[in-house]
């Protein structure tokens, strides 16, 4: 499985991005993919993920009513739409896959893919 993220860059506070994940090889349709993000010298953070084979959503409490995950079957890809973006939400965001559905879905130790991040830069 291949992962490849895209669509970040830099915006003022309030603006909005929608950030892309098209995966390659086997799909998560029973498993799990799921959006992470990470700062200097702090740990991956969860942040959303859908579950496969149930299309249910999950996100960080923080995201919320500003996020969406949402994806595209015929494409292989899934895109995670960030408004009211503020500067706290500045990272690295990753994608990551698992092939079979793991209860504890916003643990990164239980994700086996993942794409090489994309840059998100919040502006206050």
């Known amino acids: 499985v291949q992962l490849q993220a895209s669509g970040g860059g830099f915006v003022q506070a309030g603006g909005s991005l929608r950030i892309s994940c098209a995966a390659s090889?086997?799909?998560?349709?029973?498993?799990?993919m799921g959006w992470f993000r990470q700062t200097p010298g702090k740990e991956r953070e969860f942040v959303a993920a859908i579950r496969g084979d149930a299309n249910r959503i999950y996100y960080l409490d923080s995201v919320k009513g500003r996020f969406t995950l949402s994806r595209d079957n015929a494409k292989n890809t899934v895109y995670l739409q960030m408004n009211n973006l503020k500067p706290e939400d500045t990272a690295v965001y990753y994608c990551?896959?698992?092939?079979?559905?793991?209860?504890?879905?916003?643990?990164?130790?239980?994700?086996?893919?993942w794409g090489q991040g994309t840059l998100v830069t919040v502006s206050s």
């Open positions: 990551a896959t698992r092939l079979i559905w793991h209860i504890n879905y916003y643990d990164p130790s239980n994700y086996n893919y």
């Open positions: 090889g086997r799909t998560f349709s029973r498993g799990a």
